[in-house]
């Protein structure tokens, strides 16, 4: 989540994040949008990538719909504002991790 769609979402957000977040000024809804997007994609190409190799079998909907509520929480945790105290590139791969341990299982 954190490569792939905060990454994005800086660029994508600079360019043409024109509508903003009513709670965080500094974010917009396309950096958003596109993190959860981006985000949404590498993680699930990975884990086919891993799944193909066989690591692990894929059950691609019940997947899908876990990698979903990684990407919706860390797209929420990415647009909250912060006050310098906690970094959301340390706050975002923290609650991707947590929150895809909690879904997946251990």
């Known amino acids: 989540m954190m490569c792939g769609g905060d990454g994005i979402a800086d660029i994508m957000g600079r360019r043409f994040g024109i509508h903003k977040i009513p709670y965080n000024e500094r974010k917009s809804w396309v950096g958003s949008i596109s993190m ?18 066989g690591y692990f079998e894929l059950d ?9 509520l990684v990407a919706m929480v860390a797209t ?11 970094d959301d590139n340390v706050s975002v791969p923290l609650v991707s991790m947590v929150t895809a341990y909690l879904s997946f299982g251990c």
């Open 60 to 68: 691609l909907v019940w997947t899908i719909e876990r990698v979903a």
């Open 76 to 86: 929420v945790v990415e647009s909250l504002p912060t006050k310098g105290n906690l």
């Open 36 to 53: 959860f997007i981006v985000g949404f994609l590498i993680s699930i190409g990975m884990l086919y990538y891993f799944s193909k190799f």
